[in-house]
Structure formats: C-alpha cells, structure tokens
T-cell receptor
C-alpha cells in the first residue's frame, strides 16, 4: 500500500532563515503526483507546491522549492527567507490512483 | 468567488442522532472528496467522487455515507454518529476526475459527538 511519512512532528526556524521539511513515500507506480499543503492556524488547507513524478525538474513557487529524489522516494520542502506567516502545519501528500494519501504533518514555528 | 463551502462549520451532537454535513462547490469541478483530520494522523480520505452518481470509498469509510446527485454538491451523512467520529472534516474539489490536480478545500467542519 502507498504510504507517506513525515518524520519531523515539529520544527522551528528563525525569521529570514531557511528550513527544510522532510517527506518520504512509498508507491509502486511509475508516474504519480506529490503535493505539499500548508494549514495555518485558520485551519484552511492551502496548496504550496505540486510535483509530477515524470518531470525531472524540481518544482518551485517563489520562496518554496522541493528536492524531489525519485529513486530515494524523497520529497522534501525547502522554505527560504522564512516569514512569520509561514507558521503552519505542513502536509506532504501522494496521489494513489484516484485517492490522496497524506502524511501526519510537520508543525513549523517561525520565530522573530 | 470560486470556493468550496461547508455547513455547518461547528456541530455538537449526541451519539446516534443522524446528521448531514453539506459541501458545495461553484467551480464546475468533476472530483470531490471528504477527509477527516485527527491529531497525529494527518488527513485521511473518507469518500471521493469522480463525477455525478460515481462515488468510491477512501481509506476510512466506515460509519459514513455520501451521495453525488448533482455536480456541485457532495453531502457527508453520518447515520448513527459515535464519539470516535469526533473530528475536523474537510470537503475538497478539483477540476478533473482524479486526484492528480490541486485540491481546493472547504473551511472545515468541527464535529463533536457526545
């Protein structure tokens, strides 16, 4: 069965610094999709970044980028120039045919 | 405004009293789904729908029912709620019939079953 593992329950970073959140997954598919979603204290789920497995290039969205290592089944999220508004829960997710499998999340606290 | 709406946002009920949480999207999306979020467990998919009259089980469907009679609506029904269904529930939709596109989430419904 497909699984998604986020091994860091909590992390903290100082404002303007860089932080990397880890995610590993397991799937038998060759083509699949991976996501990072952010959940701020408002509880709203917001897409951060999306990666298609057949694309070699790592996805980027402004200060957010991923390190996608297909052979290692790793999909980490790097946040550069962290801002107070980045404080949130971050979820990694994998598409399993028609279903979406989420990890357990990493709570990120950005300190001034 | 393009959005997914859920009602109610907060609900306290008692064991065994049937309830329905509504979900509606105005983006003409094909795919809709329901998730529950519990501390330490992340989000888990309950049911999903690829299109009208097409629904399928997610990872935790026990105790829940859904229907998709219209494209825009996807209600979640708890016929006989139990305390272990106390959770935060999210409805989501995406444009294509599959989970490969970005999911647009509703604001969430916090349910407490006494």
């Amino acid at each position: 069965a497909q699984t998604v593992t986020q091994s860091q329950p909590e992390m903290s970073v100082q404002e303007a610094e860089t932080v990397t959140l880890s995610c590993t997954y397991d799937t038998s598919e060759n083509n699949y999709y991976l996501f990072w979603y952010k959940q701020p204290p408002s509880r709203q789920m917001i897409l951060v970044i999306r990666q298609e497995a057949y694309k070699q290039q790592n996805a980027t969205e402004n200060r957010f980028s991923v390190n996608f290592q297909k052979a290692a089944k790793s999909f980490s999220l790097k946040i550069s120039d962290s801002q107070l508004g980045d404080t949130a829960m971050y979820f990694c997710a994998l598409v399993d045919t028609d279903k979406l499998i989420f990890g357990t999340g990493t709570r990120l606290q950005v300190f001034p | 405004e393009a959005q997914v709406t859920q009602n109610p946002r907060y609900l306290i009920t008692v064991t065994g009293k049937k309830l329905t949480v509504t979900c509606s999207q105005n983006m003409n999306h094909e795919y809709m789904s329901w998730y529950r979020q519990d501390p330490g467990l992340g989000l888990r998919q309950i049911y999903y729908s690829m299109n009208v009259e097409v629904t399928d089980k997610g990872d935790v469907p026990e105790g829940y029912k859904v229907s998709r009679k219209e494209k825009r609506n996807f209600p979640l029904i708890l016929e006989s709620p139990s305390p272990n269904q106390t959770s935060l529930y999210f409805c989501a939709s995406s444009p294509l019939p599959g989970a490969q596109e970005t999911q647009y989430f509703g604001p969430g419904t916090r349910l407490l079953v006494l």
